[in-house]
């Protein structure tokens, strides 16, 4: 089982990335997936979850309106699409996976864990 992050870079504030979380060894589509992130010097934070029925959780109120997530079963994927990206987003991004029913309120507690992707906003 594996969760593979990734689409993260050096962007301007204002600009846009999509990340992927790729998953391999299980299906996606019968799990909750999380993005979290860590920024330099603070604790790690949940930011979006989509569950197994595509219900929609925000965990963090500073990414409304900002950032989306949705999902790819047919290729076992997840994509967090951040946009109007701010200079306090910068953070190593992780995703993660739970496919035991708990869905998306399981924050941190989720099963699988795949290595970050680095996101940094600067002009």
């Known amino acids: 089982v594996q969760l593979q992050a990734s689409g993260g870079g050096l962007v301007q504030p204002g600009g846009s990335l999509r990340l992927s979380c790729a998953a391999s060894?299980?299906?996606?589509?019968?799990?909750?997936i999380g993005w979290f992130r860590q920024a330099p010097g603070k604790e790690r934070e949940g930011v979006l979850c989509?569950?197994?029925?595509?219900?929609?959780?925000y965990y963090a109120d500073s990414v409304k309106g900002r950032f989306t997530i949705s999902r790819d079963n047919a290729k076992n994927t997840v994509y967090l699409q951040m946009n109007n990206l701010k200079p306090e987003d910068t953070a190593v991004y992780y995703c993660?996976?739970?496919?035991?029913?708990?869905?998306?309120?399981?924050?941190?507690?989720?099963?699988?864990w795949g290595k970050g992707t680095l996101v940094t906003v600067s002009s």
């Open positions: 989509i569950s197994s029925s595509d219900g929609i959780t």
């Open positions: 993660a996976a739970d496919d035991r029913g708990y869905g998306c309120y399981i924050g941190y507690g989720m099963k699988y």
């Open positions: 060894g299980f299906t996606l589509d019968d799990s909750a």
